[in-house]
């Protein structure tokens, strides 16, 4: 009998572990649920009713702890009070979870926190013509004029009025074939009268210039230093306007480094070499800013593999010093005009937000305090007698749909968006071959996007698989219409900046990604399917071994055949957008060589190949019989950003469609995919919400 008893007891007790062991891979399988409506679908009441069934089922305390940090994040996304209450649940029950209570601290103490009074944030008005682009980079201290740099004509600094909309032209460079400038990072002279920027020559014979120059109001312009194997960085003044702060970088394995160089020119006098290579030149990393006082020194440089930190540095050099040691990324300091306290973005809750912190002898003084969030896509720009300007950089992107006549493309109806959710993130749309599918990638902050399959009601989303990036997220069905693909990379970079580039390619039926790596090289950014399924048309620019062309790769076997060659042959070119027409008998491809821009057919079967549109640049999309092509005209010299253009297959003058008079300003056309049917071309509309904003009142008064 006792053996029976026992026996009994044993076997209960064996249930009551393998229930409890299913009920905790079951909270583990909820959590990942929660985690998926929360960031990916977006759903965030609906994560929130997991989180709590993860909190009743789980007995793991960590993953509780998560579970209640989650649902206060979700709370405060949606904009709820509820939060701190979730917030101070993870504090009182979990303390024993530190990494959880720290954050849930750190998000108490700024939903809690008292914002300065009087704070305030104002949009600046600026120049907006069509055919203009112009960067902001510096606002002058009176907030009257701008300081910029304008892309159409070349890369020129300009001096802009908003009230007026004049435009001042500091440089004069033009995009030649005989050679090109390129100016980049200009700054204000204390007293407004002089301008100084880098400087990036080419002639047509390959040899380089680089210098630091400087320009006044009226256009007279001295050089200081130049250099064919160095470039100049030039951030800020001195406040006696006697010298310039200067980042030298070297296209050797010296580390670059920061400096001073004098007004008027002369010895570039090295402060401190700087640990990070890949930043100098590129916006984020040209930014040290020099005290009011001019006894010291901020700037941003990044240990290899560590995000960037602030350090500060005598003004006569010497070891600088982390400023604030943080784990997360942090970038523009700028001094206050009293030179008490450092303003910067900081990236230490997750994303991008303005921080600031007390300054004294060189040192930190004080905790940093969180100013702004929602800084994701934001510059810095400087300090102004009214306050703080930043340029916010804001693009939304949707996919419309145009229905028109097949037969010769012509609108029958208004562009019309398509009816999805959530908005604004959505590009890249191209119909599948049967029609019945219309596909588009949605972008994420990360730049980890999701493929989106529209058919009728029907919606799917397909994350793409972890530690891929794709930027654009340019799409490509299968032939046999089973799966779709894509570049992408792993390391977060641009496809034209990375060697590691990688064919994504989803087989729709079993929602399965199959990753192959692309081998031809660093300058491979654009793809189409072949035909027969197996292989793929890559573009090379020719500044490799390979000659600039296309190129088809078969997958299976590495082995590769040049489709078409650049004319002339030496030189290197420009591929982009590469896309076969419905029968896979033709590829079109935009081409950009020293003196032109042609959208290109190829006849696949005989190698015979001519311009559909000479003189013009953009994407091309095929019309289900070949015998036209819908194209934006995102490329070429003078854009019409706001039309399509219908292209003869076999040559001739493009025919412009206006949409000019119904959408907004601003917006532009781009990624048109005409249907297999014929009576739709679906596009990708960007509206531009950028703006240049004041920060007044942003340091809170010491208690």
Known sequence: MRLRVSTFISCISVLFLVLAASAEQSAEQLFQSAVYQEEV??????????????????????????????????????????????????????????????????????????????????????????????????IFPDGTKMVGLEFMKGQNVVVCDPETEEIKYLTEHAWD??????????????????????????????????????????????????????????????????ALLTIKGSQSEEAHQLGLVPREGGTFKMLTALQGKDQVVAREGATASASPDGRHILFTDSAPGEQSDIYIIGIEGGAP???????????????????????????????????????????????????????????????????????????????????????????????????????GVNISPVWSPDGKTLAFYKRNEEERGSIVLVSGPDTREYPMPAGQFSRWGVLRWTPDGRGIGLLSTDDQKNLADTDRKFLLHLDLESGIWKTNQIVPGQHVWRFEWSGDGRGVYLNNLGIEKEPAGIIKLDLKTGEKNLVYRSKPENEPAVYRWLKCSRDYKKLSFLVNGIDYMNVM???????????????????????????????????????????????????????????????????????????????????????????????????????
């Open 177 to 242: 074939k005989s050679g090109y400038c390129i100016t980049f990072n200009p700054v204000l002279s204390p007293d407004g009268r002089e301008v100084a920027y880098g400087e990036m020559c080419m002639d047509a014979e390959g040899t380089g210039r680089n210098g630091l120059s400087v320009a006044t109001l009226d256009g007279r312009t001295r050089i200081l230093l130049s250099d064919p194997k160095q470039w100049y960085v030039p951030t800020s003044w001195l406040p006696d306007g006697n």
């Open 41 to 138: 679908a977006g759903n965030l009441e609906k994560a929130i009713s997991l989180y709590e069934k993860v909190l009743k089922l789980s007995g793991d305390e960590r993953l509780a702890a998560k579970a209640q940090l989650q649902i206060g994040v979700c709370y405060e996304k949606l904009g709820k009070s509820e939060a701190i209450k979730a917030y101070e649940l993870v504090v009182r029950r979990y303390s024993g979870q530190k990494e959880q209570v720290a954050a849930a601290l750190a998000r108490l103490a700024e939903l809690r926190r008292e914002p300065p009074k009087g704070m305030s944030v104002v949009k600046l008005k600026s120049i907006e013509k069509p055919g203009i682009f112009i960067q902001p980079e510096q």
């Open 601 to 703: 057919v190829v006849d696949l079967e005989t190698g015979e190949s001519h311009p559909a549109a000479a003189d013009f640049g953009g994407y091309s999309s095929w019309s289900p019989d070949g015998r036209m092509l819908v194209a934006d005209n995102s490329w070429s010299q003078n854009k019409k950003m706001q039309s399509l253009f219908i292209l003869k297959a076999g040559g001739g003058s493009p025919k412009e469609i206006d949409f000019g008079k119904t959408l907004p300003p601003k917006s532009e056309i781009s990624f048109p995919d005409w249907s297999p049917s014929g009576d739709k071309i679906a596009v990708t509309v960007r509206q531009d919400q950028s703006g240049i904003f004041l920060y007044k009142n942003i340091i809170p008064p010491k208690k």
């Open 321 to 423: 010093k982390i400023l604030l040691k943080h784990p997360a990324a942090e970038k523009y300091p700028r001094w206050s005009p009293d030179g008490k306290f450092a303003v910067f973005l900081s990236s230490r809750l997750g994303s991008f937000a303005l921080w600031g912190v007390g300054v004294k002898n060189g040192e930190a003084d004080g905790e940093p305090f969180l100013i702004q969030e929602g800084m994701n896509n934001s510059y810095l720009l400087n300090w102004t007698t009214g306050g703080l300007a930043s340029w916010s950089v804001s693009m939304i992107y949707d996919i419309f749909l145009l229905d028109v006549d097949s037969a010769t493309g012509e609108p029958t109806g208004e562009l019309r968006q398509i009816e999805y959710s959530p908005t």
